[in-house]
């Protein structure tokens, strides 16, 4: 199983982008998706994440500003970065919570995109 992320880049204060996550391989079912974030000297924390059943959870720090969203049929997550701010700049890594065919559930990372937010 792989998780790739794609999306980052550097966009200047106020603009958006949005992060895509495929997760491939032999995948029986997907239970939550999610994106973190570290910034340079901080700890990974928790940005958004999204259950099987739509149900959402945002770090304050983002809220209303991001949208997370899932595309069940191609195994995807995405995150929608509007009105961005030089302090959302980190590497974003995606993460699933997954079933793969013949295991029970397991915990699995992307290799993380850079998002910089700079004039």
């Known amino acids: 199983v792989q998780l790739q992320a794609s999306g980052g880049g550097l966009v200047q204060p106020g603009g958006s982008l949005r992060l895509s996550c495929r997760a491939s391989?032999?995948?029986?079912?997907?239970?939550?998706m999610g994106w973190f974030r570290q910034a340079p000297g901080k700890q990974r924390e928790l940005v958004a994440n999204?259950?099987?059943?739509?149900?959402?959870n945002y770090a304050d720090s983002v809220k209303g500003r991001f949208t997370i969203s899932r595309d069940n049929a191609k195994n995807t997550v995405y995150l929608q970065m509007n009105s961005l701010k030089p302090e959302d700049t980190a590497v974003y890594y995606c993460?699933?919570?997954?079933?793969?065919?013949?295991?029970?559930?397991?915990?699995?990372w992307g290799q993380g995109t850079l998002v910089t937010v700079s004039s």
């Open positions: 391989g032999n995948i029986f079912t997907i239970n939550a």
């Open positions: 993460n699933a919570d997954l079933m793969e065919v013949g295991k029970w559930y397991e915990d699995y």
């Open positions: 999204i259950t099987s059943a739509d149900s959402t």
